[in-house]
């Protein structure tokens, strides 16, 4: 007897019901302003352009665990750029896109039928893939109340969250640390957004939960997710790593190791030269910086309400109606935005707005919204 295809216990996968509304924006005579999806559109930084040409000399196989330098460059600017302290080489991992690691890390970890997730309210759909692949119930909540009498194996973060933007503050990061390490849960935070922070108030300056000010100054039981897609403009590098307690890198490797899981030695370098390098990711902040500032203007005179939004690359805003009336009406304008059900219940009145347009397309986008 068998459980039927994998694909059955994966949900509907949710880009798909945006087609019909794409094909309106399309049809606009200036054309469409696509701010549904953060995928970057501005030049790889040609620092991280040189390192892949100087490595493109690449016949041997790489090695799972990567180069002894790839780990120390995280190393370095986990603690140049987030306070990092007491990680070592063997809490390091590079890995071939965090979107991968996410949606086979509660399997890769052995956890299964009978288990349970827990990930955010408001969240990237991964995280539900990531428990459905393995076969465990999961719970989307930002109440450690919702579990009950249950604990469960895993529980994701995503700070800076993906769609709203939020950034979740110390004293709560701390009360998830001791409430994970109280049971035994293995806490993860997906912290890709991490250097796409706009507000000027430090109690808004989002954290890494392996800043030894959230976690006590101890990695046990902790894991945190970094990409370089959004920071660096590296989406089509695949450059993203996993950081934190040695003894869960460990369990990751082993297992990555009998799949054959490596990031290949060209980008390796490549993802060396853009973490040892701060200005290219300067230049990029303040040009996310200018369209954010000009959508947000454009749609709270339009009557949107911007809520969170003080990190990541995108606006949530909302009308006060549902999603789908806020994605129709903007795509006959010829823009087409995220519906915030792709995120779960609690965003059925709210659109996710990427800044990660050209400036021109951002321009059109302001001047339709303004019209």
Not at 7 to 24: E, G, I, M, Q
Not at 193 to 203: L, Q, V
Not at 316 to 334: I, K, N, Q
């Amino acid at each position: 007897m068998t459980s039927g295809p994998v694909s059955h216990r994966l949900p509907d996968f949710p880009w798909d019901k945006l087609t019909a509304y794409a094909a309106t924006a399309r049809s606009h005579a200036d054309g469409i302003v696509d701010l549904s999806v953060g995928t970057p559109v501005d030049p790889t930084p040609a620092v991280v352009q040189d390192a892949l040409r100087a490595a493109a000399d690449s016949p041997g196989y790489p090695t799972t665990i990567g180069l002894e330098a790839t780990r120390q460059a995280a190393i370095d600017w986990l603690a140049r750029r987030h306070g990092v302290t007491g990680l070592g080489l063997d809490g390091v991992l590079p890995v071939t896109g965090s979107k991968e690691l996410i949606g086979s890390m509660a399997l890769h970890l052995g956890i299964g039928p009978g288990d349970l997730i827990g990930y955010p309210a408001l969240a990237y759909p991964t995280y539900e893939v990531g428990a459905a692949l393995a076969g465990a119930e999961s719970i989307a909540t930002d109440s450690l109340t919702a579990f009950g009498p249950r604990t469960p194996r895993l529980l994701w973060l995503n700070s800076p969250a993906n769609p709203s933007g939020r950034v979740l503050p110390l004293e709560h990061l701390r009360k998830v640390v001791d409430w994970c390490r109280d049971r035994g849960t293995i806490l993860v935070s997906d912290e890709c957004y991490i250097e796409c922070a706009w507000s000027d108030d430090p109690a808004e300056r989002p954290l890494s939960i392996l800043d030894p000010q959230v976690n006590g100054g101890s990695l046990d039981g902790v894991l945190a997710v970094h990409s370089l897609s959004k920071r660096s403009n590296l989406a089509g590098y695949r450059c993203a790593f996993l950081a934190g307690d040695p003894a869960l890198v460990g369990e990751l490797l082993a297992v990555r190791k009998n799949l054959g899981l490596q990031m290949p030695g060209p980008q390796q370098r490549a993802m060396i030269a853009a973490l040892a390098d701060d200005d290219h990711v300067a230049e990029q902040h303040a040009r996310y910086a200018a369209r954010r500032a000009l959508l947000r203007d454009a749609l709270e005179s339009r009557g949107f309400r911007i809520d969170h939004s003080e990190a990541s690359l995108y606006l949530w805003a909302t009308r006060g109606e549902d999603c789908w009336s806020t994605v129709a009406d903007l795509a006959a304008e010829g823009i087409l935005v995220a519906p915030g059900e792709f995120y779960g219940a609690a965003g059925r009145e709210h659109v996710r707005v990427a800044f990660t347009a050209t400036d021109e397309r951002v321009a059109a986008a302001v001047a339709r919204l303004s019209a």
